[in-house]
C-alpha cells in the first residue's frame, strides 16, 4: 500500500468561516518567484492539507502571523498601481481556506486594477474545487492562473517551474471554466524563467 502524503477533504469538509483566522504570515512585493513577471506575494495563514515535504510548513496553523489589516491592504493596492507590477499572488498555507479576507481583495483589484493578474497556488486539485463550497468557487472564479495540487514528495521535480512536484499543473482559469475541463498553461512560459 502507497504511503499517502497529505491529507484529503470530502468535498465541502474544510470551510474557510470555521478554519480561517484572518492571518497572513508574509507579504512581499516586487518578486519575480511567485508567477509570471514582477509581483506582489500574499502568504496566507492556515493549511489542512499538511504534504510531506511542504517548503513552507511553518504557514500550517490558522494561528500563525499576524492578522490581515485595511492597512496591509492599502499597502498591497499601491504597490499593485506599480505599472512594472504584472499582479497579485496567493500562496500559504491555503488560500482557499482565507476565502473571508481574499474574496474582498481580490474583488477590489478587479475593480480598481482590471489589468492585473491574479495568481493563487492551492492544494486542492481542480477536480475536487469543481465539488467544493460556494466561497471557494466564487474566489476562482476570480483567479487568472490557479497551480492546483497537493506537493507529492515522491514526485517532486526541482527543474519544475512554479511547481513542486509533477502532479500539480498551472491552469488557465478562465479559460478552463469556460470549456469545462482543465486547459494546462505550460509553453507560455519563456525558458528563461526555470
Given at each position: 500500500?502507497?504511503?499517502?502524503?497529505?491529507?484529503?477533504?470530502?468535498?465541502?469538509?474544510?470551510?474557510?468561516?470555521?478554519?480561517?483566522?484572518?492571518?497572513?504570515?508574509?507579504?512581499?512585493?516586487?518578486?519575480?518567484?511567485?508567477?509570471?513577471?514582477?509581483?506582489?506575494s500574499l502568504?496566507?495563514?492556515?493549511?489542512?492539507?499538511?504534504?510531506?515535504?511542504?517548503?513552507?510548513?511553518?504557514?500550517?496553523s490558522?494561528?500563525?502571523?499576524?492578522?490581515?489589516?485595511?492597512?496591509?491592504?492599502?499597502?498591497?493596492?499601491?504597490?499593485l498601481?506599480?505599472?512594472?507590477?504584472?499582479?497579485?499572488?496567493?500562496?500559504?498555507g491555503?488560500?482557499f481556506l482565507?476565502?473571508?479576507?481574499?474574496?474582498?481583495?481580490i474583488?477590489?483589484?478587479r475593480?480598481?486594477?482590471p489589468?492585473k493578474?491574479?495568481?493563487?497556488?492551492?492544494?486542492?486539485?481542480?477536480?475536487?474545487?469543481?465539488?467544493?463550497?460556494?466561497?471557494?468557487?466564487?474566489m476562482?472564479?476570480l483567479i487568472?492562473?490557479?497551480?492546483?495540487?497537493?506537493?507529492?514528495?515522491?514526485?517532486?521535480?526541482l527543474?519544475?517551474?512554479?511547481?513542486?512536484?509533477?502532479?500539480?499543473?498551472?491552469?488557465?482559469?478562465?479559460?478552463?471554466?469556460?470549456?469545462?475541463?482543465?486547459i494546462?498553461?505550460?509553453?507560455?512560459?519563456?525558458?528563461?524563467?526555470?
Amino acid at each position: 500500500m502507497e504511503e499517502k502524503n497529505w491529507n484529503t477533504p470530502k468535498p465541502c469538509e474544510w470551510k474557510s468561516e470555521e478554519l480561517s483566522q484572518g492571518r497572513v504570515i508574509d507579504y512581499k512585493a516586487f518578486n519575480f518567484v511567485d508567477g509570471e513577471g514582477v509581483r506582489n506575494s500574499l502568504y496566507v495563514s492556515g493549511c489542512m492539507f499538511h504534504c510531506k515535504g511542504c517548503y513552507n510548513a511553518a504557514t500550517w496553523s490558522f494561528k500563525a502571523g499576524q492578522p490581515y489589516t485595511q492597512e496591509l491592504e492599502e499597502q498591497i493596492m499601491a504597490d499593485l498601481a506599480q505599472p512594472y507590477v504584472q499582479g497579485l499572488t496567493l500562496l500559504g498555507g491555503e488560500p482557499f481556506l482565507n476565502t473571508g479576507f481574499l474574496l474582498p481583495l481580490i474583488k477590489r483589484v478587479r475593480r480598481e486594477l482590471p489589468e492585473k493578474d491574479i495568481w493563487s497556488w492551492t492544494g486542492y486539485t481542480w477536480e475536487e474545487m469543481m465539488q467544493e463550497t460556494p466561497d471557494k468557487l466564487e474566489m476562482l472564479s476570480l483567479i487568472d492562473i490557479l497551480v492546483d495540487g497537493r506537493f507529492d514528495i515522491t514526485k517532486k521535480n526541482l527543474m519544475l517551474q512554479f511547481r513542486g512536484s509533477s502532479n500539480q499543473r498551472i491552469i488557465d482559469v478562465q479559460k478552463s471554466l469556460k470549456a469545462g475541463e482543465v486547459i494546462h498553461i505550460i509553453a507560455h512560459f519563456s525558458s528563461n524563467k526555470l
